[in-house]
Protein backbone atom coordinates (compact mmCIF):
# COMPACT_ATOMS: atom_id res chain seq x y z
CA UNK A 1 0.00 0.00 0.00
CA UNK A 2 2.31 2.68 -1.55
CA UNK A 3 -0.55 6.04 -0.94
CA UNK A 4 0.02 7.90 2.33
CA UNK A 5 -3.15 9.07 4.10
CA UNK A 6 -3.57 12.00 6.60
CA UNK A 7 -7.00 11.99 8.38
CA UNK A 8 -7.68 15.19 10.30
CA UNK A 9 -9.62 14.88 13.58
CA UNK A 10 -9.57 12.11 16.25
CA UNK A 11 -12.95 12.74 17.03
CA UNK A 12 -15.60 9.52 16.85
CA UNK A 13 -14.93 9.56 13.45
CA UNK A 14 -11.63 10.04 12.68
CA UNK A 15 -10.56 7.10 14.52
CA UNK A 16 -13.16 5.07 13.21
CA UNK A 17 -12.03 6.12 9.36
CA UNK A 18 -8.42 4.70 10.67
CA UNK A 19 -9.58 2.07 12.65
CA UNK A 20 -11.34 0.83 9.86
CA UNK A 21 -8.69 1.17 6.87
CA UNK A 22 -6.10 -0.49 9.81
CA UNK A 23 -8.18 -3.72 9.47
CA UNK A 24 -7.53 -3.41 5.89
CA UNK A 25 -3.85 -3.21 5.44
CA UNK A 26 -3.50 0.28 5.40
CA UNK A 27 -1.88 2.14 7.89
CA UNK A 28 -2.92 6.21 8.36
CA UNK A 29 -1.89 8.77 10.65
CA UNK A 30 -4.42 11.62 12.29
CA UNK A 31 -3.46 15.14 13.44
CA UNK A 32 -5.67 16.22 16.30
CA UNK A 33 -5.37 19.55 17.61
CA UNK A 34 -6.69 19.16 21.13
CA UNK A 35 -4.59 17.67 23.14
CA UNK A 36 -6.73 14.59 24.11
CA UNK A 37 -8.61 12.43 21.64
CA UNK A 38 -12.19 12.03 21.33
CA UNK A 39 -13.69 15.17 20.07
CA UNK A 40 -17.40 15.43 20.99
CA UNK A 41 -16.88 12.49 23.45
CA UNK A 42 -15.63 13.16 26.63
CA UNK A 43 -15.73 10.88 29.86
CA UNK A 44 -14.23 12.66 32.89
CA UNK A 45 -14.43 10.95 35.92
CA UNK A 46 -15.70 12.96 39.62
CA UNK A 47 -14.28 12.96 42.67
CA UNK A 48 -15.27 9.55 43.80
CA UNK A 49 -13.97 8.48 40.31
CA UNK A 50 -18.09 8.00 38.56
CA UNK A 51 -18.01 8.10 35.06
CA UNK A 52 -19.71 11.52 33.57
CA UNK A 53 -20.58 12.20 30.18
CA UNK A 54 -19.61 16.12 28.85
CA UNK A 55 -20.47 15.52 25.48
CA UNK A 56 -22.11 11.81 23.81
CA UNK A 57 -23.87 9.97 26.21
CA UNK A 58 -27.28 7.96 24.77
CA UNK A 59 -27.74 5.83 21.50
CA UNK A 60 -30.76 3.65 20.59
CA UNK A 61 -31.17 0.06 19.35
CA UNK A 62 -31.72 1.99 15.95
CA UNK A 63 -28.19 3.28 15.37
CA UNK A 64 -27.36 -0.21 14.21
CA UNK A 65 -23.92 0.68 13.08
CA UNK A 66 -22.92 1.83 16.29
CA UNK A 67 -24.19 -1.03 17.71
CA UNK A 68 -22.72 -3.30 15.63
CA UNK A 69 -19.22 -1.66 15.54
CA UNK A 70 -19.84 -1.44 19.84
CA UNK A 71 -20.21 -5.57 19.56
CA UNK A 72 -17.11 -5.91 17.41
CA UNK A 73 -15.05 -3.87 19.66
CA UNK A 74 -16.39 -5.59 22.63
CA UNK A 75 -17.31 -2.72 24.30
CA UNK A 76 -20.74 -3.25 26.62
CA UNK A 77 -23.93 -1.34 26.66
CA UNK A 78 -26.35 -1.27 29.30
CA UNK A 79 -29.74 0.45 29.76
CA UNK A 80 -30.62 4.62 30.98
CA UNK A 81 -32.48 3.94 34.26
CA UNK A 82 -35.63 5.69 33.90
CA UNK A 83 -37.78 3.64 36.36
CA UNK A 84 -40.08 5.47 39.05
CA UNK A 85 -41.40 8.85 38.96
CA UNK A 86 -40.21 11.57 36.71
CA UNK A 87 -41.01 15.36 37.05
CA UNK A 88 -42.14 17.86 34.65
CA UNK A 89 -41.85 21.41 35.04
CA UNK A 90 -44.47 23.58 32.56
CA UNK A 91 -44.02 27.01 34.93
CA UNK A 92 -42.13 28.15 37.46
CA UNK A 93 -44.63 29.23 39.71
CA UNK A 94 -46.75 25.23 39.43
CA UNK A 95 -45.17 22.50 41.37
CA UNK A 96 -43.51 20.42 38.62
CA UNK A 97 -45.79 17.69 38.03
CA UNK A 98 -45.25 13.62 37.88
CA UNK A 99 -45.20 10.87 35.63
CA UNK A 100 -43.90 7.27 34.88
CA UNK A 101 -42.22 7.16 31.58
CA UNK A 102 -44.08 3.24 30.17
CA UNK A 103 -41.85 0.37 29.64
CA UNK A 104 -43.05 0.37 26.44
CA UNK A 105 -40.66 3.44 25.36
CA UNK A 106 -37.73 2.97 22.95
CA UNK A 107 -34.88 2.85 25.68
CA UNK A 108 -31.90 4.62 25.36
CA UNK A 109 -28.61 3.09 26.13
CA UNK A 110 -25.07 4.01 27.42
CA UNK A 111 -21.80 2.72 27.43
CA UNK A 112 -19.91 0.39 30.03
CA UNK A 113 -17.38 2.55 31.48
CA UNK A 114 -18.60 6.13 29.39
CA UNK A 115 -18.71 6.95 26.18
CA UNK A 116 -14.74 7.25 25.89
CA UNK A 117 -14.60 3.62 26.33
CA UNK A 118 -14.91 3.66 22.41
CA UNK A 119 -12.47 6.72 21.67
CA UNK A 120 -9.58 4.49 24.24
CA UNK A 121 -10.47 1.40 22.30
CA UNK A 122 -10.11 2.91 18.76
CA UNK A 123 -6.81 4.63 19.78
CA UNK A 124 -5.39 1.40 21.55
CA UNK A 125 -6.19 -0.05 18.03
CA UNK A 126 -4.49 2.37 15.47
CA UNK A 127 -1.76 3.10 18.14
CA UNK A 128 -1.21 6.17 19.69
CA UNK A 129 2.02 6.32 18.15
CA UNK A 130 0.13 7.55 14.67
CA UNK A 131 -1.87 10.19 16.36
CA UNK A 132 -0.39 13.58 16.74
CA UNK A 133 -1.79 15.45 19.31
CA UNK A 134 -1.90 19.55 19.69
CA UNK A 135 -1.01 20.31 15.91
CA UNK A 136 -4.17 22.52 14.83
CA UNK A 137 -4.53 22.66 11.18
CA UNK A 138 -4.61 25.56 9.91
CA UNK A 139 -3.87 25.64 5.69
CA UNK A 140 -3.81 22.92 3.42
CA UNK A 141 -2.35 23.34 0.20
CA UNK A 142 -2.70 21.11 -3.33
CA UNK A 143 0.71 20.05 -4.58
CA UNK A 144 1.00 18.56 -7.68
CA UNK A 145 0.72 14.86 -6.57
CA UNK A 146 0.62 15.43 -3.04
CA UNK A 147 -1.16 17.31 -0.07
CA UNK A 148 0.73 19.38 2.33
CA UNK A 149 -1.36 20.40 5.39
CA UNK A 150 0.41 22.97 8.21
CA UNK A 151 -0.43 23.00 11.66
CA UNK A 152 -0.38 26.45 13.75
CA UNK A 153 2.81 24.89 15.52
CA UNK A 154 4.97 24.98 12.67
CA UNK A 155 4.87 21.18 11.47
CA UNK A 156 4.21 20.29 8.25
CA UNK A 157 2.92 17.30 6.82
CA UNK A 158 2.67 15.66 3.37
CA UNK A 159 0.35 13.04 1.95
CA UNK A 160 -1.15 11.61 -0.79
CA UNK A 161 -4.92 11.32 0.43
CA UNK A 162 -6.61 13.93 3.11
CA UNK A 163 -9.54 13.18 4.81
CA UNK A 164 -11.18 16.17 7.20
CA UNK A 165 -12.79 15.11 9.81
CA UNK A 166 -13.55 19.06 11.38
CA UNK A 167 -17.04 20.00 10.96
CA UNK A 168 -17.58 21.40 8.20
CA UNK A 169 -18.88 24.85 9.16
CA UNK A 170 -15.45 24.94 11.41
CA UNK A 171 -13.02 23.85 8.64
CA UNK A 172 -14.04 27.28 6.65
CA UNK A 173 -13.63 29.17 9.72
CA UNK A 174 -10.58 27.74 10.73
CA UNK A 175 -8.75 26.06 7.74
CA UNK A 176 -7.21 28.00 4.68
CA UNK A 177 -7.60 26.05 0.99
CA UNK A 178 -4.85 26.52 -1.97
CA UNK A 179 -6.40 26.45 -4.21
CA UNK A 180 -9.46 26.98 -3.31
CA UNK A 181 -12.30 24.63 -2.60
CA UNK A 182 -15.40 25.01 -4.90
CA UNK A 183 -17.81 28.19 -4.43
CA UNK A 184 -20.66 25.85 -3.65
CA UNK A 185 -19.15 23.86 -1.47
CA UNK A 186 -18.29 26.30 0.86
CA UNK A 187 -21.70 27.66 1.24
CA UNK A 188 -22.90 24.71 1.90
CA UNK A 189 -19.99 23.88 4.38
CA UNK A 190 -20.55 27.14 5.77
CA UNK A 191 -24.35 26.73 6.33
CA UNK A 192 -23.86 23.41 8.29
CA UNK A 193 -25.03 22.85 11.68
CA UNK A 194 -23.21 21.22 14.25
CA UNK A 195 -24.70 18.88 16.30
CA UNK A 196 -24.77 20.45 20.17
CA UNK A 197 -21.79 22.82 19.06
CA UNK A 198 -23.07 25.20 21.87
CA UNK A 199 -24.64 22.92 24.67
CA UNK A 200 -24.17 22.89 28.15
CA UNK A 201 -24.33 19.84 29.84
CA UNK A 202 -23.13 19.63 34.03
CA UNK A 203 -23.23 16.48 36.15
CA UNK A 204 -23.71 16.48 40.08
CA UNK A 205 -21.63 13.48 42.01
CA UNK A 206 -23.32 12.38 45.17
CA UNK A 207 -22.48 8.84 47.96
CA UNK A 208 -25.63 7.31 47.30
CA UNK A 209 -28.21 7.31 44.62
CA UNK A 210 -31.01 8.57 47.49
CA UNK A 211 -33.66 9.74 44.65
CA UNK A 212 -33.76 5.89 43.55
CA UNK A 213 -34.02 5.32 47.48
CA UNK A 214 -37.31 7.43 46.70
CA UNK A 215 -38.78 5.53 44.03
CA UNK A 216 -37.85 8.68 41.98
CA UNK A 217 -36.03 8.32 38.47
CA UNK A 218 -33.45 10.95 38.97
CA UNK A 219 -35.24 12.38 36.07
CA UNK A 220 -36.45 16.22 34.64
CA UNK A 221 -37.98 17.70 32.00
CA UNK A 222 -38.17 21.48 32.64
CA UNK A 223 -39.94 24.03 30.30
CA UNK A 224 -39.41 26.59 32.61
CA UNK A 225 -35.66 26.22 34.75
CA UNK A 226 -31.93 26.06 34.67
CA UNK A 227 -32.26 22.27 33.96
CA UNK A 228 -33.97 21.89 30.64
CA UNK A 229 -33.25 17.77 30.93
CA UNK A 230 -31.70 15.67 33.31
CA UNK A 231 -31.34 12.12 33.87
CA UNK A 232 -29.92 9.42 36.53
CA UNK A 233 -26.42 8.91 35.45
CA UNK A 234 -25.65 5.86 37.74
CA UNK A 235 -22.41 3.85 36.19
CA UNK A 236 -22.92 0.61 34.72
CA UNK A 237 -21.65 -1.55 38.21
CA UNK A 238 -24.08 0.69 40.20
CA UNK A 239 -21.61 1.62 42.70
CA UNK A 240 -21.13 5.49 41.49
CA UNK A 241 -24.18 7.82 41.39
CA UNK A 242 -24.54 11.28 40.13
CA UNK A 243 -27.38 13.11 38.24
CA UNK A 244 -26.48 14.37 34.80
CA UNK A 245 -28.13 16.94 31.79
CA UNK A 246 -28.09 20.08 30.21
CA UNK A 247 -28.33 23.41 31.28
CA UNK A 248 -30.21 26.32 29.51
CA UNK A 249 -27.72 28.45 28.14
CA UNK A 250 -28.47 31.43 30.03
CA UNK A 251 -26.13 30.00 33.02
CA UNK A 252 -22.77 30.65 30.65
CA UNK A 253 -22.94 33.99 32.02
CA UNK A 254 -21.92 33.55 35.35
CA UNK A 255 -18.93 31.76 37.43
CA UNK A 256 -18.41 28.08 37.62
CA UNK A 257 -19.07 28.94 41.67
CA UNK A 258 -22.72 30.35 41.07
CA UNK A 259 -23.30 27.86 37.96
CA UNK A 260 -23.13 25.12 41.26
CA UNK A 261 -24.93 27.11 43.49
CA UNK A 262 -27.79 27.75 40.92
CA UNK A 263 -28.24 24.01 39.45
CA UNK A 264 -28.24 22.69 43.31
CA UNK A 265 -30.98 24.96 44.65
CA UNK A 266 -32.56 23.78 41.70
CA UNK A 267 -32.35 20.54 42.22
CA UNK A 268 -33.75 21.09 45.98
CA UNK A 269 -37.09 22.34 44.58
CA UNK A 270 -37.32 18.65 42.84
CA UNK A 271 -36.00 16.74 45.09
CA UNK A 272 -35.60 18.39 48.63
CA UNK A 273 -32.65 18.57 50.96
CA UNK A 274 -30.72 15.51 49.73
CA UNK A 275 -29.84 17.55 46.75
CA UNK A 276 -27.46 19.48 48.43
CA UNK A 277 -25.36 16.79 49.82
CA UNK A 278 -23.37 16.66 46.85
CA UNK A 279 -19.42 15.18 46.38
CA UNK A 280 -19.05 17.00 43.33
CA UNK A 281 -20.20 19.15 40.75
CA UNK A 282 -18.75 19.66 36.87
CA UNK A 283 -20.01 21.24 33.71
CA UNK A 284 -19.15 21.97 30.32
CA UNK A 285 -19.85 24.85 28.38
CA UNK A 286 -19.37 23.55 24.42
CA UNK A 287 -19.39 27.37 23.16
CA UNK A 288 -15.94 27.84 24.74
CA UNK A 289 -14.71 25.23 22.99
CA UNK A 290 -12.98 26.23 19.53
CA UNK A 291 -12.08 23.16 18.04
CA UNK A 292 -15.97 22.61 18.00
CA UNK A 293 -17.97 25.99 18.47
CA UNK A 294 -18.20 27.97 15.48
CA UNK A 295 -20.07 31.52 15.62
CA UNK A 296 -22.62 31.56 13.05
CA UNK A 297 -24.03 34.41 11.64
CA UNK A 298 -27.64 32.69 10.53
CA UNK A 299 -29.50 31.01 12.97
CA UNK A 300 -29.26 27.54 11.47
CA UNK A 301 -31.89 24.51 12.32
CA UNK A 302 -30.89 21.54 13.98
CA UNK A 303 -28.78 18.94 11.30
CA UNK A 304 -29.70 21.93 8.39
CA UNK A 305 -27.77 20.66 5.67
CA UNK A 306 -26.37 17.41 7.64
CA UNK A 307 -25.80 14.83 4.68
CA UNK A 308 -25.93 17.79 1.93
CA UNK A 309 -24.91 15.79 -1.44
CA UNK A 310 -21.99 17.51 -1.98
CA UNK A 311 -20.47 15.94 1.05
CA UNK A 312 -20.15 13.10 -1.36
CA UNK A 313 -17.47 14.69 -3.77
CA UNK A 314 -14.24 14.31 -3.71
CA UNK A 315 -11.82 17.29 -3.96
CA UNK A 316 -8.67 18.51 -5.69
CA UNK A 317 -8.87 15.29 -8.21
CA UNK A 318 -9.90 12.94 -5.60
CA UNK A 319 -7.27 13.36 -3.01
CA UNK A 320 -9.37 15.42 -0.69
CA UNK A 321 -12.29 14.41 1.08
CA UNK A 322 -14.68 15.71 3.96
CA UNK A 323 -16.04 13.39 6.77
CA UNK A 324 -17.86 13.14 10.07
CA UNK A 325 -21.08 13.15 11.57
CA UNK A 326 -22.39 16.17 9.77
CA UNK A 327 -21.97 14.56 6.16
CA UNK A 328 -24.38 11.69 6.69
CA UNK A 329 -27.96 12.54 6.22
CA UNK A 330 -28.98 9.87 8.24
CA UNK A 331 -28.62 10.21 11.86
CA UNK A 332 -26.44 13.10 10.63
CA UNK A 333 -24.75 15.37 14.05
CA UNK A 334 -25.09 11.20 16.36
CA UNK A 335 -22.46 8.93 16.75
CA UNK A 336 -24.27 6.64 14.91
CA UNK A 337 -23.59 9.17 11.75
CA UNK A 338 -19.52 8.97 12.74
CA UNK A 339 -19.92 5.40 12.11
CA UNK A 340 -21.51 5.62 8.98
CA UNK A 341 -19.20 8.26 7.76
CA UNK A 342 -16.46 6.68 8.69
CA UNK A 343 -17.55 3.23 7.07
CA UNK A 344 -18.23 5.33 3.57
CA UNK A 345 -15.26 7.12 3.64
CA UNK A 346 -13.15 4.11 4.42
CA UNK A 347 -14.53 2.41 1.86
CA UNK A 348 -14.19 5.47 -0.64
CA UNK A 349 -10.21 5.85 0.32
CA UNK A 350 -9.77 1.86 0.14
CA UNK A 351 -11.26 1.39 -3.51
CA UNK A 352 -8.43 4.42 -4.18
CA UNK A 353 -5.48 2.59 -3.27
CA UNK A 354 -6.67 -0.66 -4.37
CA UNK A 355 -7.35 0.65 -7.87
CA UNK A 356 -4.36 2.71 -8.30
C1 LIG B 1 -22.76 18.00 24.62
C2 LIG B 1 -22.93 16.96 23.56
C3 LIG B 1 -23.83 15.94 23.74
C4 LIG B 1 -23.99 14.96 22.76
N1 LIG B 1 -24.85 13.93 23.00
C5 LIG B 1 -24.95 12.92 22.11
C6 LIG B 1 -25.70 11.75 22.43
O1 LIG B 1 -26.23 11.62 23.53
N2 LIG B 1 -25.78 10.79 21.48
C7 LIG B 1 -25.15 10.87 20.26
O2 LIG B 1 -25.25 9.95 19.45
N3 LIG B 1 -24.39 11.97 19.96
C8 LIG B 1 -24.29 12.98 20.86
N4 LIG B 1 -23.48 14.05 20.59
C9 LIG B 1 -22.85 14.13 19.27
C10 LIG B 1 -21.59 13.26 19.15
O3 LIG B 1 -20.69 13.66 20.14
C11 LIG B 1 -20.99 13.45 17.76
O4 LIG B 1 -21.91 12.97 16.78
C12 LIG B 1 -19.67 12.70 17.50
O5 LIG B 1 -18.85 12.65 18.62
C13 LIG B 1 -18.99 13.44 16.33
O6 LIG B 1 -17.76 12.85 16.01
P1 LIG B 1 -16.89 13.47 14.82
O7 LIG B 1 -15.60 12.77 14.85
O8 LIG B 1 -17.67 13.47 13.55
O9 LIG B 1 -16.72 15.01 15.19
P2 LIG B 1 -15.85 15.66 16.45
O10 LIG B 1 -16.02 14.81 17.66
O11 LIG B 1 -16.26 17.06 16.49
O12 LIG B 1 -14.35 15.48 15.93
C14 LIG B 1 -13.69 16.44 15.16
C15 LIG B 1 -12.25 16.48 15.63
O13 LIG B 1 -11.54 17.44 14.85
C16 LIG B 1 -10.67 18.16 15.72
N5 LIG B 1 -10.35 19.44 15.10
C17 LIG B 1 -11.11 20.56 15.01
N6 LIG B 1 -10.45 21.54 14.37
C18 LIG B 1 -9.24 21.03 14.04
C19 LIG B 1 -8.10 21.54 13.36
N7 LIG B 1 -8.07 22.80 12.87
N8 LIG B 1 -7.02 20.74 13.21
C20 LIG B 1 -7.02 19.45 13.68
N9 LIG B 1 -8.07 18.91 14.32
C21 LIG B 1 -9.18 19.69 14.49
C22 LIG B 1 -11.48 18.30 17.00
O14 LIG B 1 -10.65 18.62 18.11
C23 LIG B 1 -12.11 16.91 17.09
O15 LIG B 1 -11.32 16.01 17.81
C24 LIG B 1 -23.27 15.04 21.55
C25 LIG B 1 -22.34 16.06 21.37
C26 LIG B 1 -22.16 17.01 22.37
C27 LIG B 1 -21.13 18.11 22.18
Known amino acids: MTKKVIIIGAGLSGLSIAYLLKKRGINVHIIEARNRIGGRI ?3 KGNQNSPMEMGATWFGKKHQNLVAFLEELEI ?9 TTFFETMSFIPPQKFEVPE ?20 DKIGLE ?7 VSNLEKKENYISIYTTEGNIF ?17 VNCSPTLPKNAIKIFKNTQIWMESSVKFAVEYASPFWREKGLSGAIFSQSSLIPEMYDHTNYEKNKFALKGFLNGTIVQYSKEDREKMVIENLRKFFGKDAENHVGYFDKIWENEKFTFSPTINFLPSHYNNGHTIYQNSFWNNSFFMAGTETVSHFGGYMEGAIKSALST ?11
Open 42 to 44: ETI
Open 158 to 174: EADLVISTIPAKLFVQS
Open 130 to 136: NISLGQP
Open 346 to 356: SEKIYNIIITK
Open 104 to 123: SEEPSFRIQGGTSSIILKLA
Open 76 to 84: GIFQQFISG
